[in-house]
């Protein structure tokens, strides 16, 4: 996801939650648009997912498959952005079946939208959640229920240009090295190359959207929100060192770009380009981008894990296979969850530019390919071992959610130290948070 992506995602949050609330209300509207019988006697449900035009393609084939072995269903496919997605609950003709990022579940779960799965899922001996992987089996459950199926995720790990490494006499990195070793390979690749007294190819591109900052808070000790005492703790010392990591490699080491850093001679500045035109030598990556590297010519690509800090962590973005609380159609609507769920349709999900996925058996599968990029392509699975969810993320918190992610952005501008971005950044979500649970709020 691109800065300008990532930023616009965090803008619609105070849109969609507003619209879903509005859905809540319409509910009795659900089942009269719901109940659709053609005159071939075929049930319809309606399928959602994001309209990436190469997801899309992928959709459409799982969905050929899933009707050719249930004649008597057919799917109308909706592509949808998640503002969409809750316009169709809010208007009334939501659909029946999507998929979306797995934080929402919570949110949908609070609101009664999703189906409880517990039952079916224990009554449906293809569905075998302990063929998944761990972390992606917790994302489907909320109070300790389920109330989605694993789909398709992908750790955070580290993508970077083998080539560069080489030309540097920097040794590829290993599976368990540390801030220290990764700040020394840092300085060695980065090169002012014409020697104008500019550097013009940088190590490592810090992303400052919140799908990446708190893996170093929670590498260092730190947390973001703590659960027992219900409050964000960026203020802590563990979480403001991490965060001052990240900037000294943007602001003290100079091994980072930062936006005030305008490289010339590349098509864009945005942090995939400059990779990709070899001026920065690492990024912080989920496995969705390499289908995009696929073009990419001239150098030789390879994955590692992060750097650890005081213990290995990494974020995991991914999604979740979701049912409609209110279908009428909820024997229908579950074979199509099941069948999006099923390991058949991930490969092809995953052949389309989706991540990993979640079943164990397939993902060690797609990444085993000796002698085909990118090299170490399996990190991603060795990286679910350790990779968590968004947990910090309270998506009724709305407006404070986008303001505090804004916070971030203003660092890599040169406009606030890592000190006070995570004091505003508590300053701001626990009164939001406060207001939140005196009104009842208890997700």
């Known amino acids: 996801m691109s800065f300008s992506a990532s930023r616009t995602c965090h803008s619609s949050l105070a849109r969609r939650s507003g619209l879903l609330c509005v859905a809540v209300s319409l509910a009795p509207l659900w089942a009269a648009a719901c109940t659709r019988q053609k005159e071939d006697g075929r049930t319809e449900i309606i399928f959602s997912d994001h309209p990436y035009a190469h997801w899309t393609k992928a959709n459409r084939r799982i969905i050929e498959l899933f009707e050719a072995e249930n004649p008597d269903v057919r799917v109308k496919f909706v592509p949808a952005p998640e503002e969409k997605l809750l316009g169709m609950i809010a208007g009334g003709v939501p659909p029946d079946v999507w998929t979306i990022d797995h934080t929402r579940l919570g949110y949908f779960a609070r609101r009664g939208v999703l189906m409880r799965l517990d039952e079916r899922i224990a009554e449906s001996p293809d569905v075998k959640l302990d063929a998944c992987f761990p972390c992606t089996v917790e994302t489907c459950k909320y109070d300790g229920h389920f109330y989605g199926l694993p789909h398709v995720f992908s750790p955070v790990c580290l993508v970077y240009n083998k080539s560069l490494f080489r030309e540097a006499g920097v040794p590829e990195p290993s599976g368990d090295w540390t801030w220290d070793e990764f700040l020394d390979a840092c300085k060695r690749l980065t090169k002012d190359r014409d020697g104008d007294g500019r ?9 400052w959207s919140y799908h990446r900052w708190p893996i170093f808070v929670w590498q260092n000790g730190g947390e973001v929100f703590d659960p027992v005492a219900d409050k964000y703790v960026l203020d802590s010392p563990e979480a403001v060192e991490a965060i001052r990591f990240q900037y000294d490699l943007v602001f003290k080491h ?16 945005q942090w995939d380009i400059r990779f990709a035109e070899q001026r ?59 069948f999006f769920h099923s390991a058949r349709s991930q490969e092809i999900g995953v052949s389309g530019g989706r991540g990993l996925p ?37 998506a009724e918190l709305r407006r404070a959610n986008y303001e505090a992610w804004e916070i971030f952005y203003r660092i890599p501008r040169g406009v606030i130290t890592a000190e006070e971005a995570c004091r505003q950044f508590v300053d701001l979500l626990n009164p939001a948070l406060r207001r939140y649970r005196a009104t009842g709020g208890q997700g």
Not at 259 to 267: F, I
């Open 199 to 207: 550097i013009d190819q940088f190590a490592i591109e810090i992303i």
């Open 254 to 269: 100079h091994v980072s770009p930062s936006q005030l850093d305008q490289l010339e001679g590349v098509s864009s500045q």
């Open 280 to 338: 920065v030598a690492m990024l912080t990556s989920t496995r969705y981008y390499l289908g995009r590297m696929k073009g990419f010519g001239g150098f030789e690509v390879g994955v590692c894990h992060m750097p650890r800090g005081k213990k290995k962590s990494t974020i995991q973005i991914g999604s979740v296979v979701m049912v409609n609380a209110n279908t009428r159609h909820a024997d229908a609507a579950w074979r199509l969850a099941k």
């Open 358 to 394: 979640s079943n164990i058996a397939l993902a060690e599968k797609v990444t085993h390919h000796p002698g085909s990029p990118p090299d170490g392509d399996h990190v991603f699975v060795e990286a679910a071992a350790y990779c968590r969810s968004k947990d910090f993320e309270i």
